[in-house]
């Protein structure tokens, strides 16, 4: 048994001491956990074999796994129970993790946990979860972008390498470790939820958090604790069919919560061989004058700290590239699913790619330097940011692989119609397409200009009337398998096209 709690460790913080010490921000993990399972001191772990802050590529130091006897009056089965060790800051020395104080969150201010329905006559946890964990923490750390409860995560792979059907992820808070403060700052404990991608795609459709209250009255789906079993063959809206109905009700009444997704999209202005990286000759046609109801702000209107969001937003929906997150390690998951009387490693060292940009796992070194990728990076645009104009555009030709595709319907319905904006965002380049309603100022469309773009950042205005439209023509979308590839849809009064290619086009 690996048990670190002896690990030898004199932080720079504490020179008076002589005797080796717990990092205290570990250490106050381990005692919430110590009070969940006073009888579990020394559970079963995961370690990275070379840590996060040596050159591994790991972020995560441990993994604790213990034995949860589940709860027999609220129908929670007997599960394992996986806590992360790393998200937050363990040592307040900079290693890992910049000290911001006491007050804000604790590195990144979470740790992730996940429950995992145990086998009848099985003795030791599945390492599979861990190797899961470890690839999300990959993720926060490459991109910096945090996990909350009601966040959802498009995977595309059976979580534990299986033929299961749950192959998404959905983000709840752990119902039994409750939040903490540590001499680095606050932590919460975001739990991980296996999903089908009918439960995936219905918290896209209305919202992550809503979704998963519906899957705690469950029992065989999760139940109140949310416990996740690899085995389960039937969806929620199968168990219970009712549960369409109330998801139905919620997206007419709530919306979606789904503010933009990362995929495969470009646009261009037809007639004119205009390329989204490149700068014209056209003049400026928008003047700031003559946007429309630029003094009612009660209406929602996008801001400039709700323009970070977007870019925020984007990187945490849909993700089709070719090698995603799921299927870059999801090939590696095997080879860490064996049990262990001991301490099980894993050590994966496979390329990982975000929701929005490819790349292996980054060092202390370069982990400022290369996540934070916006609309006018010079990722794929030679002019300074500062020098791109923005600019309206007679008519726009849109393009959609068959997944983002499948969500304009959603971005139509859940979105536009209540009065938001919707942003796919290119996972190829810094290209990224803003729908906008007409409820919606602070945009550099309006119902005059409807096209605008800002380098490649384009904006397109929808009307009410339009919108309905275009729900209408476009409802074969419900049932992309059933597409003939390319298809054009194409509304000549608005000078506008949307095609939808192959995802692998």
Not at 356 to 380: H, I, L
Request: aromatic letters at 8%; proline letters at 7%; a negative charge.
């Amino acid at each position: 048994m690996d048990d670190h709690r002896g690990e030898s460790y004199l932080a720079q913080n504490y020179p008076q001491l002589s005797v080796a010490v717990t990092p205290p921000g570990l250490e106050a993990i381990y005692a919430a956990c110590r009070r969940l399972y006073p009888e579990q001191p020394n559970p079963l772990q995961v370690t990275a074999l070379v840590k996060y802050w040596l050159g591994g590529p790991d972020p995560l130091d441990y993994i604790s796994m213990y034995s949860n006897p589940g709860n027999v009056q609220l129908g929670v089965p007997p599960h394992w129970h996986y806590v992360s060790f790393g998200l937050s800051d363990l040592h307040g020395d900079g290693r890992v993790h910049d000290f911001t104080g006491t007050e804000g969150p604790s590195g990144f201010g979470f740790e992730l946990t996940f429950r995992l329905k145990s086998e009848p006559g099985e003795t030791a946890p599945p390492t599979w979860p861990a190797a899961l964990m470890q690839a999300m923490a990959r993720y926060v750390f490459q991109t910096e972008n945090t996990l909350c409860s009601g966040d959802h995560v498009s995977w595309h792979s059976p979580l534990d390498g299986s033929e299961s059907r749950l192959q998404h992820m959905l983000m709840t808070d752990d119902p039994q470790i409750q939040p903490l403060t540590t001499p680095f700052g606050a932590v919460n404990f975001v739990q991980i939820i296996g999903a089908t991608a009918e439960e995936l795609k219905a918290a896209q459709h209305w919202n992550g958090t809503g979704v998963v209250e519906l899957i705690k009255t469950i029992p065989l789906a999760g139940g109140p604790w949310l416990v996740t079993d690899m085995r389960r063959g039937e969806t929620i809206f199968e168990i219970d069919p009712q549960i369409q109905d109330k998801v139905d009700q919620g997206i007419e009444v709530d919306g979606s919560n789904l503010s933009g997704v990362s995929s495969r999209c470009s646009w261009e202005e037809p007639g004119e061989g205009h390329d989204v990286n490149e700068e014209d000759n056209k003049e400026n046609r928008l003047v700031e004058g003559d946007r429309r109801g630029s003094s009612d702000v009660e209406r929602p209107h996008i801001s400039e700290y709700e323009s970070e969001q977007i870019k925020a937003a984007l990187k945490k929906g849909l993700s089709i590239a070719p090698q995603s997150p799921a299927k870059t390690e999801a090939g590696g998951q095997k080879e860490h699913s064996q049990n262990t009387t001991t301490t099980a490693t894993a050590t994966t060292n496979t390329t990982t790619t975000t929701t929005t940009t490819t790349g292996t796992t980054t060092t202390d070194r370069e982990k400022n330097s290369s996540r934070k990728e916006s609309f006018d990076s010079n990722v794929s645009t030679e002019a300074p940011t500062e020098l791109l104009r923005t600019r309206s555009l007679e008519a726009v030709h849109l393009k959609f692989n068959v997944e983002a595709g499948a969500l304009l319907p959603l971005a139509l319905r859940g979105r536009l119609r209540h009065g938001r904006h919707f942003t796919f965002k290119s996972i190829l380049n810094d290209v990224a397409i803003t729908l906008v309603s007409t409820s919606v100022v602070g945009s550099i469309a309006d119902e005059e200009h409807p096209f605008a773009a800002h380098g490649p950042w384009l904006q397109v205005l929808f009307t009410d009337d339009f919108i309905d439209t275009l729900l209408e023509d476009m409802e074969v979308l419900s049932d992309a398998d059933e597409l003939q590839l390319p298809r054009t849809f194409s509304w000549s009064d608005k000078k506008l096209s949307i095609t939808i290619i192959p995802d692998e086009a």
